[in-house]
């Protein structure tokens, strides 16, 4: 399984980016995705993550109510729409697959793209 990530960029405080994983390798429309990213100095943290199905959604409480998580199982890709963006947000933000149980834990994930960078100015 391979995951490419992308949709990183500069933007100011208050701007929305949205990022897209592309999925290929094996049946995406059967894995649970989420999303988690890494700031530097810090550990990769949980972000959001979304069943197979698209019908359960999962957020951390730090982005709870500006991002959503979506997928496009008929093209294999899975999307983060990141809303009133803050400084805080800033990392390199990293998609993830499973075809084990449903998580919202990094360990909880076997498949990870190569992650890219959003960077939110003040």
């Known amino acids: 399984v391979q995951l490419q990530a992308s949709g990183g960029g500069l933007v100011q405080a208050g701007g929305s980016l949205r990022l897209s994983c592309a999925v290929s390798?094996?049946?995406?429309?059967?894995?649970?995705t989420g999303w988690f990213r890494q700031a530097p100095g810090k550990e990769r943290e949980f972000v959001s993550a979304?069943?197979?199905?698209?019908?359960?959604?999962t957020y951390a409480e730090s982005v709870k109510g500006r991002f959503t998580i979506s997928r496009d199982n008929a093209n294999n890709t899975v999307y983060l729409q990141m809303n009133s963006l803050k400084p805080e947000d800033t990392a390199v933000y990293y998609c993830?697959?499973?075809?084990?149980?449903?998580?919202?834990?990094?360990?909880?994930?076997?498949?990870w793209g190569q992650g890219t960078l959003v960077t939110v100015s003040s």
């Open positions: 390798g094996r049946t995406f429309s059967r894995s649970n």
């Open positions: 993830a697959a499973t075809f084990r149980g449903y998580s919202s834990k990094s360990t909880g994930y076997d498949y």
């Open positions: 979304i069943t197979w199905s698209g019908g359960v959604t």
